[in-house]
């Protein structure tokens, strides 16, 4: 992996198309989603987690993730909008954990990763103490 590919503190990576990318969002993003689609983050996680997602919706946060991770606007734009129907299952799992990540306090996933309790290239929903301890 590249170290453009790895990580943010507080963000994923993730395989968009056939690529890794590192996405972030940040208050600007999610506040830019929020202007554009008249729907709050939290109501849009909630789908996200419970697979009732719209695509527009999906595809939209994956952007605006890419964005936040340092791409261009135009290129995430042109990135996600040309990827097919089929990758639209992918991209709502990489969405979902990038809402999820970006509620979750950096200086404590940083502590859990120092303690080795998390993986800081696996998404926050995978790498949490609970299910780490009811695993082992």
Do not use: C, W, Y
């Not at 208050?27 to 709050?40: A, K, L, S, T, Y």
């Not at 994956?62 to 936040?68: F, K, M, N, R």
């Not at 996933?109 to 080795?116: H, I, P, S």
Request: proline content about 4%; cysteine-free; overall charge negative.
């Amino acid at each position: 992996m590249s170290v453009a590919a790895k990580a943010p503190l507080g963000g994923i990576s993730a395989q968009i198309g056939t690529r890794t990318f590192p996405l972030i969002l940040r208050n600007g993003e999610i506040e830019r989603f929020e202007e554009q689609h008249d729907v709050g983050i939290f109501a849009v996680l909630d789908a996200l987690i419970s697979g009732n997602s719209q695509a527009r919706h999906v595809r939209d946060i994956v952007a605006l993730g890419l964005i936040g991770g340092g791409m261009r606007d135009a290129a995430a734009d042109k990135m996600v909008s040309e990827l097919e129907p089929h990758h639209n299952i992918a991209l709502r799992a990489v969405a979902r954990d990038l809402v999820m990540t970006a509620f979750v306090d950096p200086s404590a996933l940083k502590k859990n990763v120092e303690d080795g309790l998390a993986d800081p290239n696996e998404p926050i929903a995978n790498s949490t103490q609970s299910e780490k301890s009811e695993t082992q």
